[in-house]
């Protein structure tokens, strides 16, 4: 069960995560910054994980989907 539940607040994290980089993506100060910066001031420790766990949720790299923005 404990397992289960670290599973359930590291999705829930990653989602978040997620909607503040969609929301920095947006944001026109930070179009200057990189996405991997982007990436670090949402939070996430690990940019290949980040890559991984963006391509899954939305179907594009993030560097597509910021260009697409």
């Not at 989602?15 to 990436?39: A, D, G, P, Q, W």
């Not at 594009?60 to 989907?65: D, E, G, I, S």
């Given at each position: 069960?404990?397992?289960?539940?670290?599973?359930?607040?590291?999705?829930?994290?990653?989602?978040?995560?997620?909607?503040?980089?969609?929301?920095?993506?947006?944001?026109?100060?930070?179009?200057?910054?990189?996405?991997?910066?982007?990436?670090v001031k949402a939070g996430f420790?690990?940019?290949?994980?980040?890559?991984?766990?963006?391509?899954?949720?939305?179907?594009?790299?993030?560097?597509?989907?910021?260009?697409?923005?």
């Open positions: 069960m404990a397992q289960l539940e670290i599973l359930f607040k590291r999705i829930l994290i990653n989602s978040y995560r997620m909607t503040e980089i969609i929301t920095l993506f947006r944001n026109k100060k930070c179009k200057k910054l990189s996405i991997v910066e982007i990436t420790d690990y940019y290949n994980s980040f890559v991984k766990f963006f391509k899954r949720k939305y179907k594009l790299t993030p560097k597509v989907y910021r260009i697409r923005l």
